[in-house]
């Protein structure tokens, strides 16, 4: 499937506009469809009403504009920190506080139960905070063996 003409720029207000087939329409929002496994793969522009104006098969097929300009609305819109090491947790039950590194710097989390630990893939965990913050950790083996061993007492 190839990706149809379009234009995309910014409002006076910073907000994306669309133009396709002769028609302007404002405030669209950029949704991944898998935002984990596939980022630059499977991108819907979606209208402010919901409705998907726009397939994007692949970032790579889009002009270096038009990919910069995508990239910097989504990495706003997206916050999801990688964690890279556990320094430590408070304890083994739930509630725990968790001192982690992730590659957007050093963080506390708060782990109210073990189930807003979500196992995405057999090395890919989604850990979600009592503040609604994801954290990924992308490959579970490729952790420290210290925090390999504090994560496996939630799992």
């Known amino acids: ?8 720029g910014r409002d006076p207000h910073g907000r994306l506009i669309l133009q396709i087939d002769g ?3 404002d405030t669209i929002v950029p949704v991944r469809s898998f935002p984990i496994s596939a980022a630059n793969e499977g991108i819907a522009l979606v209208g402010p009403d919901g409705s998907e104006l726009v397939w994007i098969d692949s970032m790579a097929d889009l002009p270096a504009d038009t990919r910069a300009l995508l990239e910097d609305e989504l990495s706003s819109r ?4 990688e ?17 982690v590194e992730t590659d957007r ?16 893939s057999a090395s890919t965990l989604l850990i979600a905070d009592a503040h609604g ?8 083996p490729a952790l420290d063996r210290i925090s390999r061993r504090l994560l496996d007492h939630f799992l």
């Open 1 to 8: 499937m190839t990706t149809p003409h379009f234009q995309l």
């Open 23 to 25: 028609r302007l329409h």
């Open 78 to 81: 997206e916050f999801m920190p």
């Open 83 to 99: 964690i890279k090491r556990i320094r430590h947790v408070s304890s083994f039950a739930t509630p725990s506080r968790w001192q």
């Open 105 to 120: 710097g050093v963080a506390t989390l708060l782990l109210k139960a073990e189930e807003d630990i979500r196992r995405l």
């Open 133 to 140: 913050v994801q954290y990924l950790i992308r490959d579970v």
